[in-house]
T-cell receptor, first 114, second 110 residues
Framework: SAVISQKPSRDICQRGTSLTIQCQVDSQVTMMFWYRQQPGQSLTLIATANQGSEATYESGFVIDKFPISRPNLTFSTLTVSNMSPEDSSIYLCSGKTPNTGELFFGEGSRLTVL | QKEVEQDPGPLSVPEGAIVSLNCTYSNSAFQYFMWYRQYSRKGPELLMYTYSSGNKEDGRFTAQVDKSSKYISLFIRDSQPSDSATYLC??????????FGQGTTLQVKP
């Protein structure tokens, strides 16, 4: 199984600021995704992080608010821009392994916006 | 209608009971089915992964997929207090995008 590390694990931020979350996987994955889990809710896909090109965003999520980079196969970042209290959530990075297609998750980054 | 539906519970059972967790899905193109366990303040941990219909067993856990009825199940035998967590079902087609159910909160009482 892939080991996925995220940082920061948690942060408290002020309204209007931006935060970048980093995700590192220990082995090459075919696809990387970013999910959001709001309090008491399930996981919602934000976007697919594409290596060397623009991410593919799901309905309701836009690049200006959630810019994503993936410069190589094992690293990706998600930025939450111009934060508001509604952005308080857990942000999860995930990677899909090439052989089995299983999807593994990091521990998540718990973000609180005041 | 959500693409993956799951009863959020909570579900409370005594230690040693057999637990049955269920989901339904609506997209006929879904071929990959997964169950995740999520402890409080932790990321989801992959428990079971199934491709297409059939059963898969791993220790005390059995995953079942019935594509004809679009029904996904996870059975936990001899449940333990350490099994207390939220269980998430998820499905995807060839795009690789996983769609998650709402999650069922399980409590196993000693």
């Amino acid at each position: 199984s892939a080991v996925i590390s995220q940082k920061p694990s948690r942060d408290i931020c002020q309204r209007g600021t931006s935060l970048t979350i980093q995700c590192q996987v220990d082995s090459q994955v075919t696809m990387m995704f970013w999910y959001r889990q709001q309090p008491g809710q399930s996981l919602t896909l934000i976007a697919t992080a594409n290596q060397g090109s623009e991410a593919t965003y799901e309905s309701g999520f836009v690049i200006d608010k959630f810019p994503i980079s993936r410069p190589n196969l094992t690293f990706s970042t998600l930025t939450v821009s111009n934060m508001s209290p509604e952005d308080s959530s857990i942000y999860l990075c995930s990677g899909k392994t090439p052989n089995t297609g299983e999807l593994f998750f990091g521990e998540g980054s718990r973000l609180t916006v005041l | 209608q959500k693409e993956v539906e799951q009863d959020p519970g909570p579900l409370s059972v005594p230690e040693g009971a057999i637990v049955s967790l269920n989901c339904t899905y609506s997209n006929s193109a879904f071929q990959y089915f997964m169950w995740y366990r999520q402890y409080s303040r932790k990321g989801p941990e992959l428990l079971m992964y199934t491709y297409s219909s059939g059963n898969k067993e791993d220790g005390r856990f059995t995953a079942q997929v019935d594509k004809s009825s679009k029904y996904i199940s996870l059975f936990i035998r001899d449940s333990q207090p350490s099994d207390s967590a939220t269980y998430l079902c998820a499905s995807s087609g060839n795009t690789g995008k996983l769609i998650f159910g709402q999650g069922t909160t399980l409590q196993v009482k000693p």
